[in-house]
């Protein structure tokens, strides 16, 4: 079935520093989401995008819909301990319209 | 605004017994709806998508169940469960599709422990 691979599984930073990961797909997109989930909370959405080349910005958080929509990146500047977290990208495929997918996640560790 | 209201928030349940899980959602119409679990530590996996009444689309074949009996409630069942039931599940709800306007809004979960 379709699959959406996120990279990097985990990671392990300096506060202050900035943050990138991304996902692929060998799947087309028309939407691509990105969200943030807290232990014991359900995942909450940060940016999400609609269009090819797109590129958006939440605060100090800018993520972009490649221009092939089988892909998309998520950038955190500055990281912060709040943002301490599992990310998740997810999409929604253009073959199954209504479906939509999630990554495997990345999980955000930040030493203060 | 809408919202999404998920019940219960934890589950302890004996191998075999049945599941009901419920979710309500308010504030918009013919939406469409969706169950996921995730396993400790894991992404999301979709298990059941709706997009009306008595529609229902099932991705992983499993011991589980959905139904839509209304517009705004979507049901998550078993009538036997397994050890591997166990995880959070969540209901989420989508935007009425149009090319844009998509994104899933997540409840709260529910955490299942079947023993």
């Known amino acids: 079935g379709q699959q959406l691979n996120q990279s990097p599984q985990s990671m392990f930073i300096q506060e202050g520093e900035d943050v990138s990961m991304n996902c692929t797909s060998s799947s087309i997109f028309n939407t691509w989401l990105w969200y943030k989930q807290d232990p014991g909370e359900g995942p909450v959405l940060l940016i999400a995008l609609y269009k090819a080349g797109e590129l958006t910005s939440n605060g100090r958080l800018t993520a972009q819909f490649g221009i092939t929509r089988k892909d998309s990146f998520l950038n955190i500047s500055a990281s912060i301990p709040s943002d301490v977290g599992i990310y998740f990208c997810a999409g929604q495929l253009r073959s199954s319209a209504s479906k939509i997918i999630f990554g495997s996640g990345t999980r955000l560790s930040i030493r203060p | 605004s809408q919202t999404i209201h998920q019940w219960p928030a934890t589950l302890v349940q004996p191998v075999g017994s049945p599941l009901s899980l419920e979710c309500t959602v308010e504030g918009t119409s013919n939406p469409n709806l969706y169950w996921y679990r995730q396993a400790a530590g894991r992404g999301l996996q979709l298990l059941f998508y709706s997009v009306g009444i008595g529609q229902i689309s099932s991705e992983v074949p499993q011991n589980l169940s959905a139904s839509r009996p209304q517009d705004r409630q979507f049901i998550l069942s078993s009538k036997k469960l397994l050890l591997s039931d166990s995880g959070f599940y969540l209901c989420?709800?989508?935007?009425?599709?149009?090319?844009?306007?998509?994104?899933?809004?997540f409840g709260q979960g529910t955490r299942l422990t079947v023993v």
């Open positions: 989420a709800l989508g935007g009425r599709l149009t090319f844009a306007n998509t994104e899933a809004f």
